[in-house]
């Protein structure tokens, strides 16, 4: 039986802060219709495929809502990826500033922490995005490390 | 806005001194800051569980490695006795500051250190062996303050950093 020492879940403040952000593209672009009345059919066209693809890109974030940050004595788990380890020492903790957009944190040992690209993450179950999670750095460092 | 120009400078001059002055303020913090006393408590830690109780200087050093598009940074709680190099792995949370097991490097197994330019602020500091690896190598720096998640503490150590830089000299003329 697996020991569980923390379970954690989404700081729901930081991701309404999150798509709070995201959302000041979509209303940029939704301004512009206001200002240039003189637009075509197809540029308006083009705006509403803009704005609904905006829409999609600022609530993206709503996809963590359910999310659930657990960390066991050999493995850290979130949905259906996971990451096992011998030793807590091995995970390393990855921060990519995302712009306007702040920080993105993901957690991954010292294996995937040589693969950085995009797709690397996308197909690499050995990465978890815990951006959104509530106090995992300190929670992890109160339950694996200062033993 | 008739000149933009001079707008722009005056907003980059107003957010430098701003700058200037938190780390004024951060500096006086890191004479005596929590980071530093928990650091400290940690090299205390570590040295009673190696039955070090000898004297020992502790100083806070990091290693900053830049990418084209980002950047990784490596922290270390340093004890230096005459003997040996306690060097304790930092991890940086919000608000909770964790460390691993400690590595030792014994004085024996240093052939070479480089201690880049002499005086402070800050030294560079690289220990090789006896094949020219580098074993460790650190930034240590005399004033560290807060700036973003990069650089988490507040802490200052000028007499600490040329206590270690001396006992390092000597290390050297072994």
Not at chain 2, 47 to 58: A, I, L, R, T, W
Not at chain 2, 70 to 83: D, G, Q
Not at chain 2, 116 to 132: A, T, W
Request: charged share 25%.
């Amino acid at each position: 039986m697996e020991k569980m020492k923390a379970e954690m879940k989404v700081d729901k403040k930081k991701l309404l802060m999150n798509i709070a952000l995201r959302s000041i593209l979509f209303i940029i672009v939704g301004m512009v219709p206001v200002f240039n009345q003189s637009a075509n059919k197809t540029a308006e066209i083009a705006i509403i495929v803009i704005l609904i693809a905006l829409l999609v890109f600022a609530l993206f974030p709503l996809v963590h809502l359910k999310d659930v940050l657990i960390y066991y004595d050999d493995k850290i788990v979130l949905g259906k990826k996971q990451i096992t380890f011998n030793n807590p020492e091995e995970i390393q903790w990855s921060r990519q500033k995302m712009y306007f957009l702040g920080t993105r944190t993901r957690i991954c040992n010292s294996v995937a922490a040589q693969r950085q690209s995009f797709m690397d993450f996308m197909l690499n179950s050995n990465m978890i995005d815990v951006t959104y999670m509530k106090d995992a750095k300190d929670t992890f460092i109160k339950c694996y490390l200062n033993q | 806005m008739e000149h933009p120009v001079l707008m722009f400078f005056g907003v980059f001059a107003v957010g430098v001194l701003v700058i200037w002055i938190k780390s004024l303020f951060d500096e006086k913090k890191g004479i005596d800051s929590p980071e530093k006393r928990k650091i400290e408590e940690i090299l205390q830690k570590i040295m009673q569980e190696n039955k070090e109780f000898g004297e020992y200087v502790s100083v806070y050093a990091y290693q900053r490695e830049d990418h084209a598009r980002s950047s990784r940074c490596w922290y270390y709680a340093i004890a230096l006795t005459a003997e040996k190099m306690y060097v304790v792995p930092l991890t940086f949370g919000d608000k909770e500051i964790g460390h691993a097991k400690a590595v030792v490097i014994e004085k024996d197994w240093v052939d070479k250190i480089d201690t880049g330019k002499p005086g402070g602020p800050y030294y560079c500091i690289k220990c090789m062996d006896n094949n020219g690896k580098v074993i460790l190598d650190f930034r240590l720096e005399e004033k560290n303050t807060k700036l973003d998640k990069t650089y988490p503490v507040n802490i200052v150590q000028v007499e600490e950093a040329r206590a270690f830089m001396q006992i390092l000299e000597q290390w050297k003329q072994k």
